[in-house]
């Protein structure tokens, strides 16, 4: 499986984004995915969650009802739709997905800029 980050950019507090992830290979195998960002000095954090099978979607506090995570039926896109982006959104975003075999794979990341 491999993964294709894009969509990231410069925003204005208040503002929206979507970023897209393009997967290619097995993508049938694919049971989790999810979206990933890293700030300058901070480590690595989830920031939400998508199992494939049940639909359940998980998301950090932080940006509870202002994040969506999705997928197209396909397994070839992953989305995830920002609105009311704050400075602290500011970070490096990563999708990420899991296979059935719980094999791991990462794109390769894309920047998020949030002016106040």
């Known amino acids: 499986v491999q993964l294709q980050a894009s969509g990231g950019g410069l925003v204005q507090a208040g503002g929206s984004l979507r970023l897209s992830c393009a997967v290619s290979g097995s993508r049938n195998s694919i049971n989790d995915i999810d979206w990933y960002r890293q700030a300058p000095g901070k480590q690595r954090e989830l920031v939400a969650a998508?199992?494939?099978?049940?639909?359940?979607?998980n998301y950090a506090d932080s940006v509870k009802g202002r994040f969506t995570i999705s997928m197209n039926n396909i397994k070839s896109r992953l989305y995830l739709q920002m609105n009311n982006l704050k400075p602290e959104d500011t970070a490096v975003y990563y999708c990420?997905?899991?296979?059935?075999?719980?094999?791991?794979?990462w794109g390769q990341g894309t920047q998020v800029t949030v002016s106040s």
């Open positions: 990420h997905v899991q296979d059935r075999w719980s094999k791991t794979y």
């Open positions: 998508l199992n494939t099978d049940s639909g359940v979607e």
